[in-house]
């Protein structure tokens, strides 16, 4: 089956750094992958689409220079929060979908101190 | 625009006993179906769906899945349950043609099973 992989699966930084999480696909193509983002006992929250070789689309109330996505190849998306801060701290999920489901990361745990 | 409902935020049930756990949606032209399951800290694992054809789909671990056009659901179930089923489950609906635009994702139904 199609296999997503995200890394890293938690990290820990201190405020105001910046944070890359990587989502790659590894047995197919992904011109489209999606960012998602969860808070404790809710279901997901999308906050962008990524599309290969062209600017992100992000959900209405996601800062797009907090979180900068970028989609260089057909495999790999990348999400950057920048500047982060505790209100930051989330589990953030990428998914990809292959055939007419998707196909999800593991998920990253970000905890901003 | 598509949604989902998920009208339980709970469900608990024995082990052993059937489950069931609901899913409504709304969608224009043809639904694409989804159940996906979550365990804590993880992403979400595909389970099964409902692109065309028979209204029953079977999917992983014994879970099954009936597609009701008329009363645009879209529940979940198996017939006995396990403890190790117990976890976070999502239902999520795209329309047919859409290749590779977002899933909508219900609220999230969390499944406990009792031993």
């Known amino acids: 089956g199609a296999v997503v992989s995200q890394h890293p699966s938690r990290v820990i930084c201190k405020s105001g750094t910046s944070v890359k999480i990587e989502c790659r696909s590894l047995?197919?193509?992904?011109?489209?992958m999606f960012w998602y983002r969860q808070f404790p006992k809710q279901s997901l929250m999308l906050m962008a689409t990524?599309?290969?070789?062209?600017?992100?689309?992000?959900e209405q109330g996601v800062e797009k220079d907090k979180f900068l996505i970028n989609h260089a190849s057909l495999t790999l998306s990348t999400l950057t929060v920048t500047s982060a801060h505790p209100e930051d701290s989330s589990f953030y999920i990428c998914?990809?979908?292959?055939?007419?489901?998707?196909?999800f990361g593991q998920g990253t745990r970000l905890t901003v101190v | 625009a598509q949604s989902v409902a998920q009208p339980e935020d709970q469900v608990n049930v024995a082990e052993g006993n059937p489950l069931t756990v609901k899913c409504t949606y709304s969608?224009?032209?043809?639904?694409?179906l989804f159940w996906y399951v979550q365990y804590p800290n993880r992403g979400l694992q595909f389970l099964l769906k409902?692109?065309?054809?028979?209204?029953l789909v079977k999917g992983s671990y014994g879970f099954e899945a009936e597609f009701n056009k008329s009363q645009t659901s879209f529940h979940l179930k198996k017939p006995s349950a396990l403890v190790s089923d117990s976890a976070l489950y999502f239902c999520?609906?795209?329309?047919?043609?859409?290749?590779?635009?977002?899933?909508?994702f219900g609220q999230g139904t969390r499944l406990t099973i009792n031993p």
């Open positions: 409902y692109i065309t054809g028979d209204n």
């Open positions: 969608v224009s032209g043809n639904p694409y």
């Open positions: 990524s599309n290969e070789g062209s600017k992100a689309t992000y």
């Open positions: 047995d197919f193509q992904a011109t489209t």
């Open positions: 998914s990809a979908r292959a055939r007419p489901e998707a196909f």
């Open positions: 999520a609906v795209t329309r047919e043609g859409q290749g590779a635009q977002k899933l909508v």
